[in-house]
């Protein structure tokens, strides 16, 4: 679940977020969710625009390298739609930072059931066709990869902690049961090979639609400086039976 700690009314309004937190006891959280969640988190972004410049990519061109500050677009329709958000109370322009490129990403990722059926459907929405299939594939791999290295991590954890009490264990039947939980250990690494499907079994490929997505007005509305709804979307089908796993 997400806890937030948020500042008392008549404050700053900002607001402090403790996001992805997995209480223990409460509905199993799959390897699947793991990497829905996390598109959407800074953490995330921040891979992102390390690995690719996403930030430079998506807001590169509002940038002013001499005062190394963003610049603030200009323009008669930009004025419009500037007093428009602030008539709605929806967010007006600041300078792009990694929560803009979250929440860039996590908004364009969606994640849908397809009815009647044991699959998933993965979309990404932008207004060039490459760009949506590259950020369809950049965003699943990525996320895949970070599910990949965060289970590693747990496993490498848990291994220690059972070699450990093996080896402070005396007693006969204790460690016997402890080597019963090291070749389930050993089992489960070696199924989180890199070359198994990890998350999900992709079972059709992705492509670019023909099929514009159909706009919607106040998010047209609240577009922060570039980029349009959606006009093509890649997607993946996944199987929902390793997710529910």
């Known amino acids: 679940g997400d806890n937030t700690a948020s500042a008392p009314k008549g404050g700053s309004g900002l607001v402090s977020v403790l996001a992805g937190l997995q209480i223990q006891g409460t509905k199993k959280i799959t390897k699947f969710d793991q990497l829905v969640h996390s598109t959407k988190t800074l953490a995330f972004a921040r891979i992102l625009d ?20 963003w610049r603030k677009p200009q323009g008669f329709e930009f004025e419009i739609r500037e007093k428009i958000n602030a008539y709605l ?29 044991p699959f998933v459907e993965i979309t990404y929405s932008s207004g060039d066709p ?9 965003i699943y791999n990525e ?33 016997l049961a402890l080597i019963d939980m090291m070749a389930e250990q050993a089992r489960q690494e070696m199924m989180s090979h890199e070359d198994l499907p990890s998350v999900a079994r992709i079972v059709e490929p992705a492509f670019v639609s023909k099929y514009k997505s159909t706009p919607n007005f106040l998010r047209m509305v609240g577009v922060p400086i570039f980029g349009a709804v959606g006009l093509a979307i890649g997607f993946i089908l996944l199987s929902v039976l390793i997710r529910k796993e």
């Open 143 to 175: 996320g895949e990869s970070l599910v990949r290295k965060r289970e590693a991590r747990e496993q490498n954890q848990q291994r220690r902690f059972i070699e450990q009490r093996y080896s402070e264990t005396t007693i006969r039947e204790f460690k």
């Open 50 to 69: 390390e690995k690719y410049q996403l930030m430079d990519r998506h807001y590169g061109a509002g940038f002013d390298k001499e005062t190394n500050t």
């Open 89 to 117: 109370k929806l967010p007006v322009w600041m300078p792009p930072s990694l929560e803009d490129l979250a929440n860039s990403v996590g908004g364009s990722f969606k994640v849908d059931d397809i009815e009647d059926t």
């Open 130 to 138: 490459k760009v949506a299939l590259e950020m369809l594939l950049m």
